[in-house]
């Protein structure tokens, strides 16, 4: 299968999945009639290549190519996937799709980003509707996961198997909607949201910011990790979701919500919400309030990702399918060439590596040396299964030199050696680079321990057997400059 | 005023009130008729415990005292706060309230955490009304910031006033809405969202689990940051508010949600719900699922405090405010005696802190060294202004010996001494205990740069002064074990 996707319409959606695609290594052609589309969707492109890259801990392939393309015709050409971003209008759609019928090899899968149609709208009457369904994304389309599959009995169990293969190839979570209804799922819960929250605004109970500050200072964060059920049935507590719904249940038919009602979209409306909006977030342009907005949601989804939870399990998931390609062993016969330094990790510095100074900052060096370390204990057998058997090394002690200055978005790699590998201790010597621009070394001296006891002992005959080997062929090297370096003032 | 607040029931929310309270300082009296109050609000408490405390970067003040007692008048004696969390029936409320008035201190708040009744509701027939009103919380009550605080005309500005002051006191975000409705807010958009829920799953366009994943995957994570208009201002682009919501708004017409039908709680319903959970989320106790969803809170909260937005920056102003309190400096005058080490850092090991091993991992080691540090710069007046003038610290070299364990949830303190600051050097000895046992060292070389040629530059006479000044006095202390020294093996 070829790495090409065209994307017919270029807006903030369209540009959002160009930028998933480019930035997972695939080549994106685009057909978009507004002159100003290549302006608009390098904006987006900014925007991704600043927070993208390093959501992960594991480098991406190399950025695809983008080409901007004149017509329909020429923007498929060799595309697997094409996804339709088109203003929401089923005319306009269902000529696209007359046009795109025409080109797209009929192996190649059209998504459209719609959430106002079924996909059995879209299909109806071409002639290969099985390779027509709904992928409808949620901004901004390079860091949110979801994406509702929505399919019809029209749709091959190949067709589907080859979306969620795609969109889960690009980091994304295909979502398969089996039974399509009116704006798919997560767009009602939306609607059922904004409808009330109009009500409010309105009504004059409560303000634009006071109506956000409810949301995120409360269900917003629950919803993040667990969504509604699962937060409901931890209420429920031990007594079980029966019991949570029997308490909660009656609620339902008490005139808490509005209902039927829809407030009618009047110009004093709109200026009102307009005006509290200004008054909430006005002091910041919208370009900074998306790069916020990034941060936030890198920090929030690589804070999941250290409990393998949510939104972070599918970027470990993500990261972990994607080492072999990175460079990275798992075991020993994985490394590629034992006498040389091993590559320990390959990523992207993420943005909330960061500090007040704009580099990275000082901790999170220890925090790459450390996951090279891991690499290395996992690469000689010390892995997951070894530590739940009751052994591992516990770092004693560290000597760090920063050499020069390292930014968000650029990539790293860490290359390892072991200078001593014998009976308890472990020994390794790690050196950070941007290219070739040496940016830290690490030295570090670890002792294996026995879990239970909390002392040294020694480690399983395998690990030792091959930290051995390993330090054997690293020790033909020359002697790394400023190992067994002491702070320079204080000698 | 005094630190004593009275819990009237005490369940999954009165116990969470409980630990807010308690884990803030307050003297906690507990009035609760079920023989279980003290079992329950005991497993609350202990996982306030684990999760609250290190949510922040300063420590806590002690843990006040936890009393349980017989009657209302009991449990009321010397009580500023009043916490009625009893079950949703009007009658019971206002038998609860009746006592309340004969016994409580007539400048007490009476906070009610009522979802379903108006504060008016509660108010009625009272004479001291004005001390009653709605404090609705959100679970779990320990880690949520939100409380909803609802009032009447009968509320003074007094009452309030100090109804804000104690919650906020305490960590938490009193959203203080002027206007009654019935369930207040946040609870209506829950209502909205989980009556859609239900038909949903009813009509079997979506499991439970699928629809957590719309959620956590999706809306979610961007809700937990910004809310809703706020994120859809962003999404509105430079055009702004107006224009998002001239796409938007047509929306609300269209049939996307079930509006005004309910449906009916039979028994198919509920086994349906009941049984689809535990399919999702069976595997994990509630206990785990708690501990779970605390850790994930945590950390979120604590992404967000690194980028001071949303309920990071309300941690992050409630630490602020708490530093004196906590023995730590920010400026020359404010440092307690020179000549001795200083108090760089008292806290308390976060959950996102620990690792595989399940302790305090290297890098936060170095994360908290490193705070200390910038706790120092702002003694010596390299604070933030000082920065954004263009001069800074950088580390050069970093030497860090490990020389105990610590686990999540224990007090860490930071003392530091300056062995040497002169010209653009400076020169660091970090030293972390818990209790009068050692932990770790850091050792640690910074030169003062110019940060817009990114090259060591001597730092300003003030600064430099108040470092000289610092070095002097601690030179009179002996020696540190283990300065200057090199990782061991290499030597």
Redesign the interface.
């Given at each position: 299968m070829t790495k090409t996707a065209a994307m017919i319409g270029g807006g903030?959606i369209g540009g959002g999945w160009a930028a998933r695609f480019l930035l997972n290594g695939w080549d994106v052609r685009i057909f978009d009639p507004d002159p100003e589309a290549e302006r608009k969707i390098g904006e987006v492109l900014a925007n991704a290549r600043r927070a993208l890259p390093g959501l992960g801990n594991v480098a991406l392939p190399a950025e695809g190519t983008m080409t901007f393309h004149a017509t329909i015709e020429e923007a498929v050409h060799g595309a697997a996937w094409v996804q339709e971003s088109v203003p929401e209008r089923l005319d306009l759609k269902q000529k696209v799709y007359t046009e795109l019928q025409k080109h797209v090899a009929a192996e190649a899968v059209i998504g459209s980003s719609t959430s106002?149609y079924k996909p059995s709208q879209l299909q109806e009457g071409f002639e290969n509707a099985a390779q027509i369904v709904v992928a409808h994304p949620?901004?901004p389309v390079y860091l949110?996961?979801?994406v509702?599959v929505v399919t019809t009995e029209a749709n091959t169990p190949e067709v589907i198997a080859r979306a969620k293969e795609i969109i889960t190839g690009i980091g994304m979570?295909p979502?398969h909607?089996k039974?399509e209804?009116?704006?798919h799922?997560?767009?009602?819960?939306?609607?059922?949201?904004?409808?009330?929250?109009?009500w409010?605004v309105k009504?004059?109970?409560?303000t634009?910011?006071?109506?956000?500050?409810?949301?995120?200072?409360?269900?917003?964060?629950?919803?993040?990790?667990?969504?509604?059920?699962?937060?409901y049935?931890?209420?429920?507590?031990?007594a079980?979701?029966?019991h949570f719904?029997?308490q909660?249940?009656?609620?339902?038919?008490?005139?808490?919500?509005k209902?039927?009602d829809?407030?009618e979209?009047t110009d004093e409306l709109?200026d009102l919400?307009?005006g509290?909006?200004?008054a909430?977030?006005g002091h910041h342009s919208?370009r900074e309030?998306?790069r916020?907005?990034d941060?936030?949601?890198v920090?929030?989804?690589?804070?999941?990702g250290?409990?393998n939870?949510?939104?972070g399990a599918?970027q470990n998931a993500h990261d972990a399918a994607r080492m072999g390609e990175a460079g990275l062993a798992r075991n020993m016969g994985e490394v590629a060439d034992l006498s040389q330094p091993i590559l320990t990790q390959s990523r992207i510095v993420p943005l909330?590596w960061t500090d007040?100074?704009g580099h990275m900052?000082?901790?999170?060096?220890?925090?790459a040396?450390?996951q090279s370390t891991d690499r290395l204990m996992e690469i000689i057998g010390c892995d997951?299964e070894y530590?739940a058997s009751g052994g591992?090394y516990?770092?004693?002690?560290?000597?760090?030199?920063?050499l020069d200055?390292v930014h968000a978005g650029h990539p790293i790699q860490v290359k390892t050696r072991v200078?001593?590998g014998a009976g308890k201790?472990m020994?390794l010597w790690h050196e950070m680079y941007e290219g070739d621009r040496l940016l830290a070394t690490g030295?570090?001296?670890l002792l294996h321990v026995d879990?239970a006891t909390?002392r040294s002992a020694p480690p399983a005959a395998h690990i030792e057997a091959n930290l051995t080997r390993i330090a054997e062929a690293h020790a033909a090297l020359p002697a790394p400059e400023g190992?067994?370096?002491?702070?320079?003032?204080?000698?």
């Amino acid at each position: 299968m070829t790495k090409t996707a065209a994307m017919i319409g270029g807006g903030v959606i369209g540009g959002g999945w160009a930028a998933r695609f480019l930035l997972n290594g695939w080549d994106v052609r685009i057909f978009d009639p507004d002159p100003e589309a290549e302006r608009k969707i390098g904006e987006v492109l900014a925007n991704a290549r600043r927070a993208l890259p390093g959501l992960g801990n594991v480098a991406l392939p190399a950025e695809g190519t983008m080409t901007f393309h004149a017509t329909i015709e020429e923007a498929v050409h060799g595309a697997a996937w094409v996804q339709e971003s088109v203003p929401e209008r089923l005319d306009l759609k269902q000529k696209v799709y007359t046009e795109l019928q025409k080109h797209v090899a009929a192996e190649a899968v059209i998504g459209s980003s719609t959430s106002g149609y079924k996909p059995s709208q879209l299909q109806e009457g071409f002639e290969n509707a099985a390779q027509i369904v709904v992928a409808h994304p949620f901004n901004p389309v390079y860091l949110m996961p979801l994406v509702e599959v929505v399919t019809t009995e029209a749709n091959t169990p190949e067709v589907i198997a080859r979306a969620k293969e795609i969109i889960t190839g690009i980091g994304m979570y295909p979502l398969h909607l089996k039974k399509e209804i009116d704006a798919h799922v997560a767009d009602r819960f939306l609607e059922a949201v904004w409808r009330e929250a109009l009500w409010l605004v309105k009504d004059g109970i409560a303000t634009t910011e006071e109506i956000d500050n409810a949301i995120r200072y409360g269900f917003g964060i629950r919803w993040a990790q667990m969504g509604l059920f699962e937060t409901y049935r931890v209420a429920g507590g031990e007594a079980g979701m029966k019991h949570f719904m029997a308490q909660f249940g009656p609620c339902l038919s008490w005139p808490w919500t509005k209902l039927m009602d829809v407030p009618e979209f009047t110009d004093e409306l709109v200026d009102l919400i307009a005006g509290q909006s200004d008054a909430q977030s006005g002091h910041h342009s919208i370009r900074e309030l998306e790069r916020i907005r990034d941060t936030n949601l890198v920090g929030m989804m690589r804070a999941l990702g250290a409990t393998n939870w949510g939104a972070g399990a599918l970027q470990n998931a993500h990261d972990a399918a994607r080492m072999g390609e990175a460079g990275l062993a798992r075991n020993m016969g994985e490394v590629a060439d034992l006498s040389q330094p091993i590559l320990t990790q390959s990523r992207i510095v993420p943005l909330d590596w960061t500090d007040y100074n704009g580099h990275m900052t000082e901790s999170r060096y220890l925090d790459a040396f450390a996951q090279s370390t891991d690499r290395l204990m996992e690469i000689i057998g010390c892995d997951a299964e070894y530590i739940a058997s009751g052994g591992s090394y516990f770092t004693a002690e560290t000597h760090i030199r920063h050499l020069d200055e390292v930014h968000a978005g650029h990539p790293i790699q860490v290359k390892t050696r072991v200078i001593m590998g014998a009976g308890k201790k472990m020994h390794l010597w790690h050196e950070m680079y941007e290219g070739d621009r040496l940016l830290a070394t690490g030295e570090h001296m670890l002792l294996h321990v026995d879990l239970a006891t909390r002392r040294s002992a020694p480690p399983a005959a395998h690990i030792e057997a091959n930290l051995t080997r390993i330090a054997e062929a690293h020790a033909a090297l020359p002697a790394p400059e400023g190992l067994g370096r002491a702070i320079g003032a204080a000698r």
